[in-house]
């Protein structure tokens, strides 16, 4: 209990604080009541005076420069006409400079190798043209922070090598001259003479005038650099363009640069013929020299500069090349035909000496045939006859001689020639008789070979055998036919015995025969 009642005070106390902070409590409502009406007011107050305001000039006044890219991307057409929304707009912005380096600073500082080809980085490329054009036609100062940025985005963008004169995408090229011309970036990239570089490799391009303008160069000292590095790149009709556009020409003359441009024409060609050498690269080189000065034609009927001597010598110099492509031409078709004559010819002669080779090759072939057919057949016959004779001497030599009477010696001279090729024994003839009778009379078939004739081809004729074909009897086949022919027992006279059926013979016309 007395414990209880020593806790007392502090609550007291505890209550009496919180009566304090009631008070404050009570105070601060107030004064948030105060501060509430007040913002309500202010708020008011704005809606009321921003109430005439587009989308675009709200997003311009609050400096929203990524919101101010995606609108300008949904909406293209706030570009076609640039007077009527975006220029009030970003005159509303507090520092334009830096609103459009902000809705740009996602392109400009792409890493390398990104922003080239894609649709989004053209768009962007093409967006950041049309803002830096409008800040430029407004005439808008760029603020010493704007003009930092701008440095370190022209910085990070030529190190991401996007911006150098052998680019392709040109429009790239265009907007980084744009930047350092709106911002008075020459210096701080790389100097005038790496910005006339960039010039010359878009010189070709509608603006390259106007942006060179834009540069904020001296022309009095930069304009003859410019022109020379035009030149010695082959762009001598970019030069003109640019003497034309600034009204220079009573400074830089027109004829020798023109002329120069012809000359390298010429030289182009030339370089065409001088690798290849052939008729094919003679013709290529006149059309590249003719591309050439056709180009050289329509600049100066487009710029009016017929007056000028220029148009005369190019056009005489394009008949020239239409002549001599014309002689080309007829050398080449004459010297077709000639080609083709000779190969006739050559085809004519070689056929000619495939049929001699051929002709000669058959007679050689069939000459060959003959000879092994004729001693083919001297080799049969030669067999033949010897094989004959070898049995008729055989056979008559295991005969017995055939008794005569009155003429042995004659008998066994036909018997010794091999006149008769056997005589049988007739049974009629009575034992005892001497005398041959019942001989019959048999035809002699196997003749000897004889001494008279040259060889066993004349003998059986065929000597007579020649390439031609003709077969002609010799004489000594007469006389062999004259030996088969002539029987010399044909000439025995047969008598009728009266006393008996024997018959005698007269071996006497035996000596006829002439072997």
Not at 259 to 272: E, F, Q, V
Not at 357 to 370: G, M, P, T, Y
């Amino acid at each position: 209990m007395g414990a209880q009642r020593e806790a007392n005070p502090s609550v007291l106390a505890a209550v009496e604080s919180l009566q304090t902070y009631s008070t404050a409590l009570s105070d601060f409502t107030s004064a948030w009541r105060s501060l509430y009406s007040d913002a309500t007011g202010v708020d008011s107050a704005l809606a009321s005076r921003l109430e005439g305001y587009s989308q675009l000039e709200l997003l311009c006044s609050g400096m929203d420069g990524p919101g101010l890219r995606a609108y300008l991307i949904e909406h293209r057409e706030e570009l076609r006409d640039p007077a009527g929304a975006l220029d009030p707009a970003l005159l509303v912005a507090p520092d334009p400079g830096l609103l459009v380096l902000a809705a740009a600073a996602g392109f400009c500082r792409a890493p390398p190798g990104e922003g080239e080809t894609s649709g989004d980085a053209k768009v962007s490329c093409r967006l950041l043209i049309d803002l830096l054009d409008r800040i430029r036609a407004l005439g808008v100062k760029p603020s010493p922070e704007a003009r930092e940025e701008a440095r370190a985005v022209a910085a990070d963008w030529k190190r991401s090598k996007r911006i150098e004169a052998q680019v392709v995408f040109k429009n790239e090229t265009i907007a980084f001259l744009l930047l350092v011309g709106v911002f008075g970036l020459v210096p701080d990239v790389g100097g005038t003479g790496q910005v006339l570089d960039l010039v010359v490799s878009i010189s070709s391009r509608e603006r390259a005038v106007e942006i060179f303008l834009g540069l904020g160069l001296d022309l009095d000292k930069q304009m003859p650099i410019l022109i020379q590095s035009m030149i010695s790149k082959g762009k001598q009709l970019d030069a003109v363009k640019f003497i034309q556009a600034l009204n220079l020409v009573h400074k830089y003359p027109l004829l020798p640069i023109l002329r120069s441009y012809m000359n390298d024409a010429k030289n182009a060609g030339s370089l065409i013929r001088i690798r290849g050498g052939g008729s094919s690269s003679q013709d290529a080189g006149d059309a590249k020299e003719r591309t050439l000065l056709g180009a050289l034609q329509k600049f100066i009927k487009e710029q009016k500069l017929e007056e000028l001597r220029i148009l005369e010598e190019a056009n005489n110099r394009m008949t020239q090349l239409d002549q001599q492509s014309a002689e080309r031409k007829r050398a080449a078709s004459i010297a077709a035909a000639a080609a083709a004559a000779q190969e006739v010819s050559k085809k004519r002669a070689a056929n000619a000496a495939a049929a001699a080779a051929h002709e000669v090759s058959k007679n050689i072939l069939d000459s060959s045939k003959r000879r092994q057919l004729l001693v083919n057949v001297a080799q049969g016959s030669l067999g033949q006859s010897t094989h004959s004779v070898d049995t008729l001497s055989q056979q008559l030599m295991s005969r017995q001689s055939i008794p005569t009477v009155g003429v042995p010696n004659q008998y066994q001279v036909a018997s010794s020639h091999n006149i008769l090729t056997g005589i049988t024994h007739n049974p009629l003839l009575p034992a005892g008789n001497q005398r041959p009778v019942g001989i019959q009379n048999q035809a002699l078939v196997a003749p000897s070979v004889q001494t008279q004739y040259s060889g066993v081809a004349d003998f059986y004729n065929l000597a007579s055998i020649r390439p031609g074909g003709l077969n002609v009897p010799s004489a000594t086949t007469s006389s062999r036919s004259k030996l088969y022919s002539e029987d010399p027992l044909a000439s025995v006279s047969r008598a009728s015995d009266k006393k008996g059926s024997s018959y005698s013979y007269s071996l006497s016309n035996m000596s006829k025969y002439n072997p």
